[in-house]
């Protein structure tokens, strides 16, 4: 089935973003294509705008147009469906948004002659559960962050993997990741840098007490459930860094792979390998003199 119908989100706090979120909708009505616009950048366009739920069912493709933010936004409002996710970046770095707005349209004309490609990637489901009943629930594309937030001292929080006890972090934090959120804060925490395709989860912690607290690569099916112990008011989680929950000494946090994944459309001019070499700086092609 062809593209019928583009979705596109993006940052509407900046007024550059809407302006090129203008020339798309343009040229989507210019292909006889139907234009979704989340509800936040309809608002500022007049147009009708569409919820996240609402707009993954009725599009075909979903645009998205700042930084991996807004990507993760995107991932996450419309978890629920298996439309692609094509990311412009409007932004300063940008792992998941691996399209130039100079490259857009010509992104564009190859989805719409089915000259592209997709990738899976892994999600996860977090939840917390309390002794006064109380829960909260949200699915993640990068990663889950529990830390100690403004408290002076370290949180400990007692690790447990597939019902098998692990160990208790004394950490400023931990850091349960995917792939894909291996080169987000856990890489700037010291983690490894784990490709995409593998499926597998992170557990890294912030500034352990203990030094011999390391990294650790969990199979993609593990459930981890971590418990706050800690002597002040508590910790804060944050999940892709823009949901965030405030956790009281005793919470339980639950996290497991998602039955949801996000289909990324990956460019066709830069491999994941191409795309590290890029933003983390590394050298570029060997020499003639490195491959004798």
């Avoid at 583009?6 to 203008?22: D, R």
């Avoid at 940008?94 to 990738?119: H, P, Q, S, W």
């Avoid at 002794?131 to 962050?145: H, K, P, Q, T």
């Amino acid at each position: 089935m062809g593209i019928k119908a583009i979705g596109v989100v993006g940052n509407a706090n900046k007024t550059h973003v809407v302006e090129n979120i203008a020339r798309l909708a343009d040229w989507i009505g210019g292909k006889g294509l139907e234009l979704l616009l989340e509800k936040e950048a309809a608002a500022k366009l007049g147009a009708r705008g569409y919820h996240g739920d609402e707009l993954g069912s009725r599009a075909d493709l979903v645009v998205t147009m700042g930084g991996d933010g807004t990507l993760l936004q995107a991932a996450r409002i419309m978890r629920k469906s298996s439309v692609p996710i094509l990311g412009v970046n409007m932004g300063t770095f940008g792992y998941l948004t691996v399209i130039n707005l100079n490259e857009m349209f010509d992104a564009l004309e190859g989805v719409l002659a089915g000259d592209y490609r997709t990738e899976s990637r892994m999600m996860l489901d977090v939840a917390v559960h309390d002794d006064r009943g109380e829960s909260f629930e949200c699915s993640v594309l990068n990663d889950v962050v529990i830390n100690r937030g403004n408290y002076s001292r370290l949180v400990d929080l007692e690790t447990h993997v597939d019902g098998q006890y692990l160990t208790t972090y004394r950490a400023d934090g931990l850091i349960i990741s995917t792939p894909t959120g291996s080169t987000a804060y856990s890489l700037s925490a010291g983690g490894p840098i784990v490709l995409p395709v593998l499926n597998t989860v992170i557990l890294n912690p912030i500034c352990p007490h203990t030094l011999t607290n390391r990294p650790v690569i969990l199979p993609a099916a593990a459930v981890l459930k971590v418990m706050l112990w800690t002597r002040e008011a508590g910790a804060i989680m944050s999940c892709d860094g823009q949901v965030t929950y405030n956790l009281k000494p005793g919470d339980t946090i639950s996290v497991r792979k998602s039955a949801c994944v996000t289909k990324l459309v990956v460019s066709a001019r830069r491999d994941y390998l191409q795309i590290l070499r890029s933003k983390l700086g590394w050298g570029g092609s060997p020499t003639a003199a490195n491959r004798t």
